[in-house]
């Protein structure tokens, strides 16, 4: 047989034990569009691939490819609505730095292009010969919520059933994993309750650590709908955009947000404003926490948050009133080192009051990248697919069954997370790494170390759209990847909406979309035949639907892409339905927790509490400052790779890197408006323009995490629960270049 030496070789050579099967399938290697759905001059919706609001794109298509976009006004996300990332969502895709071939690197450290063959038949033998001299155990992955669940569930069922790798996780560890925590610990599943409705229908809308202006623009656009003129309450150290037009803010010391919350439940336990009927029938665990919040005085709390009495009173007052009051926190609650306590001290605060299950409440934690909440559910990294257990006999049997795959495939313990993964590279435990859709050398929070680490490993693979990353010098092989734009699959978005992403162009190159890449490499692995189902994304939708059966986000009663399509996105649960039920239009917004049960067996939410933890890395005469790091712009996105692209994203934000200073701390270094500073901590140090502004308290640096310097400065502390990373608090110190250090 002829070896295929080309992709289109790889194409034509249909008896390749490769391609034998993947040619089979109409949808092809991602070249050409999907011919039966889209007409050559059609108009299609996509979900967008940033933020995870989900928001509905039209793209506009000539001759088979999409030449423009626009909102869609018809998609009850966005409401025709959409941000200058929306707008500018396929100019990344035709960047110069793409990844057309896949590279690899030769014995002079240079990436050179090679064929698909190649690429593959190296990654096969490189990670097996590393499994077979270290153990399964040896090679790992770290996955991203920014690909279509479709291709995450085909990623963690080919590295852990097909593969034997045992460890893999993923950015959405970075992210999420707080939230994920505090919900299964209180409702017994990761279940976000809301719907965006609910923030036009609040009278009392409360956001801790969430700077929606920048962050999830078109949710502040929904708010500005809300016909109900709420009060808005902003909770963020920084006077944000999104405190600029809230009504109340309460800047808090960074990292004091649990002795404020426990301070506000114990205030309104004392002036009687508990719900004692939702807590009776539908919680446990109140009365021990009332014992525990006893202590939280107004005083004691106003003395540590540094908030006034009087502006923690009115948040008390306020939630009192509130008819209608809903709690939505972001990253300044997940990603801390007490990140997973202080959530559900927020939940407490939601169901001690029963703002929960009713239109315009709830506990909401809005998630982060675009399908942050496809990867939780199935990405098999820190739960086995569709939020099952991996340590469940049952639950291992149940999805071996619905896969066809010997149970013993299936590992009975869960991953290591993150941090663990890279601690193990370091110990030389882990020697190869598998590297999808994340800039983990820009955006982990310990780059310090980083480098050392990841230039200990023997092979590792970079799956990325661009060859241009941080990652990718660490990289001793490319796989050139289609971004978004460029292939299908589904989205779930911040309100649990599955929504259709589509091909809409085509990849440069020989890039190939994820979920043929990962076809191929289950080919190339020999594991071939486990994935003999998994041959297009509707396909595995429809795997991806039978294992969400039973679970609380069934979505079983969806049926296929059309349904998707014309529903314009489904939120999950949706359950098939029989009998009468099943001809009905299900509602079009739907909350969880409309009937007071939760996920527990006991069908009650858990108040879960604990003392306040010190902070990591406090301030000190040396490191006076507070180092907060977090979103800069609506148009920058990460790590840049895509954002950085667009010459009018570009024009939105400064060029240079910047610091958030206070006027008083800014007089005091004798620092002039955009002068050039060096910021420091224990580990590394950053240059970056001095931006003189009151959004930052005195003793306080922000400093976007857009910039790869930023990470060189992080602390490396974790939630203990969760082991998110505490981007979000450590300390360092401020100097003019000229200036010899303090
Ligand atoms: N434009 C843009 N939008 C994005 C992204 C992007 O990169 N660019 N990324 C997306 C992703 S993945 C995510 S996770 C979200 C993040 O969305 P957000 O969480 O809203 O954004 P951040 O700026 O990271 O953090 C929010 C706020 O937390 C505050 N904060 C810091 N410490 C504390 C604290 O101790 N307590 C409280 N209460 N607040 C604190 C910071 O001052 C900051 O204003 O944004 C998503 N949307
Ligand atoms: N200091 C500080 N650090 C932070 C944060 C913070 O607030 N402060 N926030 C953290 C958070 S919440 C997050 S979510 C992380 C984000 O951190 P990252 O995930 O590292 O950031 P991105 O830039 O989104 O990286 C995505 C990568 O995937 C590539 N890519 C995009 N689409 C595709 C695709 O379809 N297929 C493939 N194969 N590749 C693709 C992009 O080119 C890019 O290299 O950063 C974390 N880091
Ligand atoms: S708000 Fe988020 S989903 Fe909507 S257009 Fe902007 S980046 Fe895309
Ligand atoms: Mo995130």
Redesign the pocket.
């Known amino acids: 047989m002829k070896q295929p030496k080309h992709l289109h070789d790889l194409l034509l050579c249909r008896d390749g034990p490769l391609t034998r099967e993947l040619l089979r399938k109409p949808a092809g290697f991602g070249l050409g569009l999907r011919p039966a759905r889209l007409a050559p001059d059609a108009t299609t919706t996509s979900v967008c691939?940033f933020c995870s609001t989900g928001c509905g794109l039209e793209l506009h298509l000539r001759k088979g490819a999409a030449i423009s976009l626009s909102p869609a006004s018809d998609y009850p996300v966005n409401l025709g609505m959409a941000c200058p990332k929306g707008w500018e969502a396929l100019t990344p895709l035709a960047a110069t730095d793409r990844a057309t071939t896949p590279l690899l690197r030769n014995n002079k450290g240079q990436l050179v292009p090679v064929a698909w063959e190649e690429a593959l038949g190296t990654f096969v033998d490189r990670f097996r010969a590393i499994q077979d001299e270290h153990g399964p155990e040896s090679v790992a992955f770290l996955g991203?919520?920014?690909?279509t669940t479709e291709e995450m569930a085909f990623l963690g069922a080919l590295a852990k059933f097909g593969m034997g790798i045992r460890h893999g996780d993923g950015?959405?560890r970075?992210?999420m994993a707080t939230s994920v925590v505090a919900y299964k610990e209180a409702f017994g599943f990761d279940a976000p309750p809301y719907t965006y409705a609910d923030f036009e229908a609040s009278d009392v809308i409360v956001l801790v650590g969430s700077n929606l202006c920048i962050a999830h623009p078109i949710l502040w656009e929904r708010i500005c709908r809300n016909p109900h003129r709420p009060e808005i309450v902003v909770v963020d150290p920084r006077k944000t955009e999104t405190a600029m037009s809230a009504t109340q803010h309460l800047a808090l010391r960074p990292k004091s947000d649990l002795v404020l919350f426990y301070g506000v439940a114990k205030l309104l336990i004392d002036r009687g404003a508990i719900d004692e009927a939702f807590v009776d029938a539908s919680t446990t665990g109140f009365r021990e926490f009332a014992a525990h919040v006893r202590d939280y005085d107004i005083e004691t709390v106003s003395r540590e948050t540094e908030l006034s009495v009087d502006a923690i009173d009115h948040l008390v007052t306020t939630i009192q009133k509130g008819e209608r009051v809903s709690f939505w926190w972001t990253?300044g609650v997940n990603?801390s080192h007490e990140g997973v306590r202080v959530a559900q001290s927020i939940i407490n605060l939601a169901l001690m009051t029963g703002n929960i299950g009713r239109p315009g409440t709830g506990a909401n934690s809005i998630t982060?990248?675009c399908n942050?909440m496809g990867s939780r559910l199935f990405s098999n990294t820190t739960s086995l697919l569709g939020g099952r257990d991996f340590r469940s006999r049952a639950d291992r049997r149940h999805v071996a069954d619905v896969l066809g795959i010997d149970e013993g495939r299936i590992p009975s313990q869960n991953s290591l997370a993150y941090d663990q993964i890279l601690e193990r590279v370091l110990s030389g435990k882990i020697r190869g790494l598998w590297i999808?859709?994340?800039?983990?050398a820009?955006?982990?929070?310990n780059q310090a170390d980083l480098d050392d680490t990841l230039s200990r490993l023997d092979f590792v693979v970079v799956?990325?759209?661009?060859a241009s990353?941080e990652?990718t010098r660490f990289a001793d092989l490319v796989l050139p990847?289609?971004?978004?734009g460029e292939?299908d699959g589904t989205f779930i978005n911040s309100e649990r909406r599955i929504g259709l992403v589509k091909k809409a162009v085509r990849a440069p190159g020989q890039a190939l979309a994820?979920f043929h890449i990962f076809r191929l490499i289950a080919e190339a692995w020999g594991v071939g035949e486990m994935f003999a189902r998994w041959q297009s994304p509707e396909q595995v939708f429809e795997i991806l639907r039978e294992l969400s059966r039973g679970q609380p986000c069934d979505f079983s009663g969806i049926d296929g892409y059309d349904d998707l399509e014309q529903r314009r996105g489904i939120q999950w649960p949706l359950p098939e339905r029989a009998g009468d039920e099943a001809g009905a239009e299900p509602q079009a917004e739907r909350r969880l927790f409309e009937d007071g049960r939760f996920f527990h067996p006991d069908a009650k939410a858990k108040l879960i509490f604990e003392e306040p933890r010190r902070l990591p890395e406090p301030v000190n005469d040396r490191y006076p400052f507070t180092l907060l790091?977090?979103?800069g712009a609506s148009s920058q996105?990460?790590?840049?790779?895509?954002t950085a692209k667009s010459e009018l994203l570009r024009k939105l934000y400064p060029s240079e890197a910047y610091v958030e200073i206070n006027p008083a701390d800014a007089a005091r270094l004798d620092l002039a408006p955009h002068e050039q500073v060096l910021i420091e901590t224990r580990r590394g140090r950053m240059a970056a323009r001095a931006y003189i502004t009151n959004v930052v308290r005195p003793h306080q640096l922000f400093v976007p995490?857009h910039y790869p310097a930023?990470?060189q400065l992080?602390f490396p502390a974790y939630d203990p629960y969760s082991r998110q990373?505490a981007?979000?608090a450590c300390a360092a110190r401020v100097r003019k270049p000229s200036d010899r250090g303090v």
């Open positions: 691939g991203t919520g920014q690909v950015n959405t970075q992210c990253m990603q982060g990248q942050a999808i859709a994340t800039n983990t820009h955006s982990w929070i799956q990325d759209m661009y990353t990652t990847a289609a971004g978004w292939k994820d790091t977090g979103r996105w990460h790590t840049q790779t895509r995490m930023t990470n992080t990373p981007y979000k």
